[in-house]
C-alpha cells in the first residue's frame, strides 16, 4: 500500500508541475487586465474625443496603449486583424471611431475574438461639445460592452509590450492635435521628405501652413485649444445657482410634558430660498478636482407671525444660512454627491412675554449629506437628498434655560424635479423635511418638565436654476458663436489650395501630353 503510494509521487509531482504550468499560462492572459487599445480615429477631430474616451478609462482602471503603439502593431481591417493586434499588444478590447464635425460614432471590439462588441453615437455642435458629450456618456453607454472583452490567449504580458518605446507618452502628438480637415499637410509633408528639389511642391507645401497659422478663430484652431495640454473645459458645470419662493410648514409638538408647555403650529409662512454650488477648478484643472465645489444655501422667511391660543399674536424672524463643501461622483448623465457643511436654523419670536412657554430655537449644526441626480430624459432630471445635523449648542441659550439637560439631533431630506426650458435654464420644483429630536432628560428641580419634542419643517418651491460652464454652459456657447463664421473661410483657403494644386497638376499633365506628341 505505502510502495504503490510512493511509486505513484513522482507521477503524482509531474501532474502537480503540468497543472501549475496551465494556470500559469492561463494567468498570462489574465495578468494582461485591463488593457485598452485606443488607435487614431477618423476625423478631422478626432484627437479631441480621443482624448476623452482615454480620460475615462484610465478613470475606469484600464492601461492604455495609444495611437502609435497601434498603429505600429497592424491595420485593423477585419476581425482577424483586430484579433493579431490584441494579442500581440494584450489587449482587453480596441476602441475605434467615426468623428464627425457634429457627430462621433465610437465601438468596442473584443481583443480575444476581433468581433464588435458594442457602437453608441455622441452628438455635438462643435468639437467642445462634442468632446464633452463623449466624456459625460461614453461610459454609461459602453461601459458594460466594454467590461465584456477578453484578452487572447497567448498574449504577451503587459511588462513585455511596455518596453517598448511610446511616443505618444513621451511627446506631443502633432499629427493629433494640430490636423487640418483633411490629409493634404501629411501629402505636402510626404512629398517634402521625397525631396528631389520639388520646388513647386515645398512652395505649395509652405502656403498651405501658412495659411492654416494665419486662418485664426478656425474651427482647427478650437479642435487645439481644446486638445492642448491643460485638456478642454470640463464637460459638468462650473457654477449651479438656484432661486425659488416657497412655503414654509412648522409643527413643534411635545411628548410626556407635564408643566403647561405649548405645542406650536405654523401652517405656512412665505420664504425666499437660493442655493449655489461652485467648482472652483472645473475650469483650469479637469480631472478629480473638478468636482470639489463649494456650497452655500440660505433660507430667508418674510412676515410670518404665530397665533397662540388665547388670541396672542407673535412676530417671527426665520432663516437658516448654510455653508460648506460638496464633492461630485459624475456616471453617465447623472451624479451623486458627498458634502460636508454647517449652518444655523432658528425660528424665534418677537415681542415674547411671560406667558409664551413655546422657546426659540436656534439650531447650529454641521452636517454629512448624500445627494443623487439623474436624466429622466434628456431634459428633465430628479434629485434626492439626506442628510444628518449634529446640534452643538443645544438649540440655542433660551430653549436651554428652559430644558438644561436636553440633547437635540436632526435629520432632513429633499426631492426635487428640474426641466430644461433653454441652454443653461431650467424650472425646479423642490421639497424638503427637516426634523429635530429633543429628549429633555427632566429632573424633579427643573421648572418645566417634558420627556422630549419633536421639531418639524415642510417645505415647498418653485424656482429656477443657472448652470454655467460644462458642455451644456454659457462657455460653450460662447465659443461656438465666435468660431462659427470662421471655418468657412478655412474650407475657402483649403479650396483655393486644392484650385492651385490642380491647375499645377493640370499644367503637368499638359506639358507631359506635349512631350510625348514631340516624341511621336
Same mark, same amino acid.
Given at each position: 500500500?505505502?510502495?504503490?503510494?510512493?511509486?505513484?509521487?513522482?507521477?503524482?509531482?509531474? +501532474?502537480?508541475? #503540468?497543472?501549475?504550468?496551465?494556470?500559469?499560462?492561463?494567468?498570462?492572459?489574465?495578468?494582461?487586465?485591463?488593457?485598452?487599445?485606443?488607435?487614431?480615429?477618423?476625423?478631422?477631430?478626432?484627437?479631441?474625443?480621443?482624448?476623452?474616451? +482615454?480620460?475615462?478609462?484610465?478613470?475606469? $482602471?484600464?492601461?492604455?496603449?495609444?495611437?502609435?503603439? +497601434?498603429?505600429?502593431?497592424?491595420?485593423?481591417?477585419?476581425?482577424?486583424?483586430?484579433?493579431?493586434?490584441?494579442?500581440?499588444?494584450?489587449?482587453?478590447?480596441?476602441?475605434?471611431?467615426?468623428?464627425?464635425?457634429?457627430?462621433?460614432?465610437?465601438?468596442?471590439?473584443?481583443?480575444?475574438?476581433?468581433?464588435?462588441?458594442?457602437?453608441?453615437?455622441?452628438?455635438?455642435?462643435?468639437?467642445?461639445?462634442?468632446?464633452?458629450?463623449?466624456?459625460?456618456?461614453?461610459?454609461?453607454?459602453?461601459?458594460?460592452?466594454?467590461?465584456?472583452?477578453?484578452?487572447?490567449?497567448?498574449?504577451?504580458?503587459?511588462?513585455?509590450?511596455?518596453?517598448?518605446?511610446?511616443?505618444?507618452?513621451?511627446?506631443?502628438?502633432?499629427?493629433?492635435?494640430?490636423?487640418?480637415?483633411?490629409?493634404? /499637410?501629411?501629402?505636402?509633408?510626404?512629398?517634402?521628405?521625397?525631396?528631389?528639389?520639388?520646388?513647386?511642391?515645398?512652395?505649395?507645401?509652405?502656403?498651405?501652413?501658412?495659411?492654416?497659422?494665419?486662418?485664426?478663430?478656425?474651427?482647427? #484652431?478650437?479642435?487645439?485649444?481644446?486638445?492642448?495640454?491643460?485638456?478642454?473645459?470640463?464637460?459638468?458645470?462650473?457654477?449651479?445657482?438656484?432661486?425659488?419662493?416657497?412655503?414654509?410648514?412648522?409643527?413643534?409638538?411635545?411628548?410626556?410634558?407635564?408643566?403647561?408647555?405649548?405645542?406650536?403650529?405654523?401652517?405656512?409662512?412665505?420664504?425666499?430660498?437660493?442655493?449655489?454650488?461652485?467648482?472652483?477648478?472645473?475650469?483650469?484643472?479637469?480631472?478629480?478636482?473638478?468636482?470639489?465645489?463649494?456650497?452655500?444655501?440660505?433660507?430667508? #422667511?418674510?412676515?410670518?407671525?404665530?397665533?397662540?391660543?388665547? $388670541?396672542?399674536?407673535?412676530?417671527?424672524?426665520?432663516?437658516?444660512?448654510?455653508?460648506?463643501?460638496?464633492?461630485?461622483?459624475?456616471? $453617465?448623465? /447623472?451624479? &451623486?454627491?458627498?458634502? $460636508?457643511?454647517?449652518?444655523?436654523?432658528?425660528?424665534?419670536?418677537?415681542?415674547?412675554?411671560?406667558?409664551?412657554?413655546?422657546?426659540?430655537?436656534?439650531?447650529?449644526?454641521?452636517?454629512?449629506?448624500?445627494?443623487?441626480?439623474?436624466?429622466?430624459?434628456?431634459?428633465?432630471?430628479?434629485?434626492?437628498?439626506?442628510?444628518?445635523?449634529?446640534?452643538?449648542?443645544?438649540?440655542?441659550?433660551?430653549?436651554?434655560?428652559?430644558?438644561?439637560? &436636553?440633547?437635540?439631533?436632526?435629520?432632513?431630506?429633499? &426631492?426635487?424635479?428640474?426641466?430644461?426650458?433653454?441652454?443653461?435654464?431650467?424650472?425646479?420644483?423642490?421639497?424638503?423635511?427637516?426634523?429635530?429630536?429633543?429628549?429633555?432628560?427632566?429632573?424633579?428641580?427643573?421648572?418645566?418638565?417634558?420627556?422630549?419634542?419633536?421639531?418639524?419643517?415642510? /417645505?415647498?418651491?418653485?424656482?429656477?436654476?443657472?448652470?454655467?460652464?460644462?458642455?451644456?454652459?454659457?462657455?460653450?456657447?460662447?465659443?461656438?458663436?465666435?468660431?462659427?463664421?470662421?471655418?468657412?473661410?478655412?474650407?475657402?483657403?483649403?479650396?483655393?489650395?486644392?484650385?492651385?494644386?490642380?491647375?499645377?497638376? /493640370?499644367?503637368?499633365?499638359?506639358?507631359?501630353?506635349?512631350?510625348?506628341?514631340?516624341?511621336?
Amino acid at each position: 500500500m505505502n510502495t504503490n503510494a510512493l511509486s505513484f509521487t513522482p507521477v503524482r509531482a509531474a +501532474m502537480l508541475v #503540468a497543472l501549475v504550468g496551465a494556470m500559469a499560462t492561463g494567468t498570462k492572459a489574465e495578468a494582461a487586465g485591463k488593457r485598452a487599445g485606443v488607435p487614431k480615429f477618423e476625423g478631422a477631430q478626432e484627437a479631441v474625443v480621443r482624448k476623452q474616451v +482615454m480620460a475615462v478609462l484610465k478613470a475606469h $482602471g484600464y492601461e492604455l496603449v495609444k495611437s502609435r503603439q +497601434m498603429e505600429a502593431a497592424g491595420a485593423l481591417e477585419s476581425d482577424d486583424s483586430f484579433q493579431k493586434v490584441a494579442k500581440d499588444l494584450a489587449l482587453t478590447v480596441i476602441i475605434t471611431g467615426e468623428v464627425g464635425k457634429k457627430k462621433a460614432k465610437l465601438s468596442v471590439h473584443d481583443g480575444r475574438e476581433g468581433s464588435l462588441l458594442g457602437q453608441a453615437s455622441f452628438p455635438g455642435g462643435n468639437p467642445r461639445r462634442l468632446a464633452g458629450d463623449v466624456r459625460r456618456t461614453f461610459w454609461a453607454k459602453l461601459g458594460k460592452d466594454i467590461a465584456k472583452g477578453h484578452v487572447p490567449s497567448g498574449s504577451k504580458t503587459p511588462q513585455a509590450v511596455a518596453e517598448a518605446p511610446d511616443e505618444a507618452e513621451s511627446a506631443p502628438e502633432p499629427s493629433d492635435e494640430g490636423k487640418s480637415g483633411d490629409s493634404k /499637410s501629411g501629402e505636402a509633408s510626404a512629398s517634402d521628405d521625397k525631396g528631389s528639389g520639388d520646388d513647386e511642391g515645398s512652395s505649395r507645401s509652405s502656403r498651405r501652413q501658412n495659411k492654416a497659422k494665419g486662418a485664426g478663430g478656425d474651427e482647427n #484652431a478650437v479642435v487645439a485649444e481644446a486638445s492642448s495640454e491643460s485638456g478642454p473645459p470640463s464637460a459638468y458645470p462650473v457654477l449651479e445657482l438656484s432661486g425659488s419662493g416657497a412655503g414654509v410648514n412648522r409643527q413643534y409638538v411635545y411628548n410626556q410634558q407635564i408643566s403647561g408647555l405649548r405645542n406650536h403650529n405654523l401652517p405656512l409662512g412665505p420664504a425666499l430660498v437660493i442655493d449655489g454650488v461652485w467648482y472652483p477648478l472645473g475650469s483650469v484643472a479637469p480631472g478629480p478636482l473638478e468636482h470639489l465645489g463649494v456650497q452655500v444655501a440660505l433660507e430667508q #422667511a418674510f412676515g410670518i407671525q404665530s397665533s397662540i391660543s388665547g $388670541g396672542q399674536t407673535y412676530g417671527n424672524k426665520v432663516h437658516q444660512y448654510e455653508g460648506g463643501l460638496r464633492y461630485r461622483i459624475p456616471f $453617465g448623465e /447623472s451624479q &451623486a454627491w458627498i458634502s $460636508g457643511s454647517g449652518g444655523e436654523h432658528a425660528f424665534v419670536f418677537t415681542g415674547r412675554s411671560g406667558g409664551l412657554n413655546v422657546p426659540d430655537t436656534i439650531y447650529r449644526y454641521a452636517r454629512a449629506g448624500l445627494g443623487l441626480r439623474f436624466a429622466v430624459t434628456s431634459g428633465v432630471t430628479l434629485g434626492f437628498g439626506a442628510g444628518y445635523r449634529y446640534i452643538f449648542n443645544g438649540a440655542g441659550e433660551q430653549f436651554k434655560d428652559l430644558f438644561p439637560h &436636553a440633547t437635540v439631533a436632526g435629520v432632513d431630506a429633499e &426631492a426635487a424635479v428640474s426641466i430644461r426650458v433653454m441652454e443653461g435654464l431650467q424650472v425646479r420644483g423642490i421639497g424638503e423635511m427637516r426634523r429635530y429630536f429633543s429628549s429633555m432628560h427632566s429632573v424633579a428641580a427643573d421648572q418645566f418638565k417634558a420627556g422630549g419634542a419633536i421639531d418639524e419643517y415642510l /417645505s415647498f418651491g418653485v424656482g429656477l436654476t443657472y448652470t454655467y460652464g460644462g458642455t451644456g454652459g454659457s462657455t460653450v456657447a460662447s465659443a461656438e458663436e465666435e468660431s462659427a463664421p470662421a471655418p468657412k473661410k478655412a474650407a475657402a483657403k483649403d479650396d483655393d489650395d486644392d484650385s492651385d494644386s490642380k491647375q499645377d497638376e /493640370s499644367k503637368k499633365d499638359g506639358s507631359k501630353k506635349d512631350d510625348e506628341d514631340d516624341s511621336q
